[in-house]
């Protein structure tokens, strides 16, 4: 049996879904109609959807969803294609230019032992690169998620060499930030000391090399699991949750925590 080269059963594929997606361009009455203002929210939803198939770390749905961002490119580059601004081939030599020259330390002469030094070059060789918005913060997306945001921020920063704390330095930091919002009086100190504590967290997670965004959804879907089993308890046992006075509702959340026996806390 002859074996394809690598990237070769990549290359017909990619063919094959590059025609379809010009097929629905020309037949389909909804693809035809859309632009690339209608199609982005889909492709933001879809590029969710990944990212929650990877943090489950379902190989199957990670496969899945990985196929509708793909079409999202490829019906994003045909769109620059119709109005003569660019094709996907141009969309990948672009990239494939733009991944040798961050890499230096692959395709060149430079030396990075660490991930941190491939970062803090990959930033400082991006602020150099011509046409880009100038700046520290130049070119950083305003719409991100707020998580997102603020760690895209603290990266930018440390990439200036202005990164002086060390995970417990930050852990310091966030404590401090949540004796300053204890000790807040108004709404608008309030308000202000939560921002700096959600900002310390992040740059928390930055440290430790976790995505905060991932890890709140995280958190979001156990307190969403374990709410609902615990209406299902209290349902079990002749109860409605709506009606439960809210100390039965604590003592149901908490029974639906130790069933899922995953010793968190939250």
């Known amino acids: 049996m002859t074996r394809s080269r690598p990237g070769e ?8 879904l590059d ?23 889909h492709t933001v939803e879809e590029a969710y959807e ?11 749905k990670l496969l899945d969803e990985l196929g509708d961002v793909l079409f999202q490119v490829h019906f994003l580059a045909l769109l620059l294609e119709e109005r003569g601004a660019g094709d996907l081939a141009q969309v990948a030599e672009h990239v494939t230019e733009k991944l040798i020259r961050r890499h230096p330390h692959v395709f060149g002469e430079v030396e990075a032992r660490t991930a941190q030094e491939v970062l ?4 400082v060789i991006k602020r150099d690169e011509p046409g880009r918005e100038p700046g520290l913060f130049g070119e950083v997306p305003e719409n991100l998620p707020s998580l997102l945001h603020a760690r895209k921020l603290q990266r930018r920063v440390a990439s200036s060499g202005f ?6 330095g930050s852990l ?28 310390a967290a992040v740059n928390v997670a930055r440290k430790l090399k976790l995505d905060p965004e991932l890890a709140l959804r995280a958190a979001s879907g156990r307190f969403r699991a374990r709410v609902s089993a615990a209406g299902e308890l209290a349902a079990s046992e002749g109860g409605s949750w709506d009606d439960l006075p809210p100390e039965q509702q604590l003592t149901y959340y908490a029974r639906a925590r130790f069933n899922q026996g995953d010793g968190r806390h939250t």
């Not at 310091?172 to 900002?199: C, P, T």
């Open 172 to 199: 310091h930091a966030l404590h401090h930030e949540l004796d300053e919002l204890d000790r807040a009086e108004s709404a608008d100190d309030r308000f202000h000391e939560l921002g700096d504590v959600l900002f």
């Open 120 to 123: 803090k070059n990959w930033d």
């Open 163 to 168: 990164d002086p704390a060390d995970v417990e």
């Open 19 to 41: 025609a379809i997606t010009r097929r629905l361009r020309k037949e389909c009455p909804w693809d035809r109609e859309q632009d690339e203002r209608s199609i982005v929210p």
């Open 9 to 16: 059963g990549a290359a017909q594929s990619l063919t094959r």
């Open 50 to 60: 990944l990212a929650d198939a990877a943090d489950r770390r379902d190989d199957a």
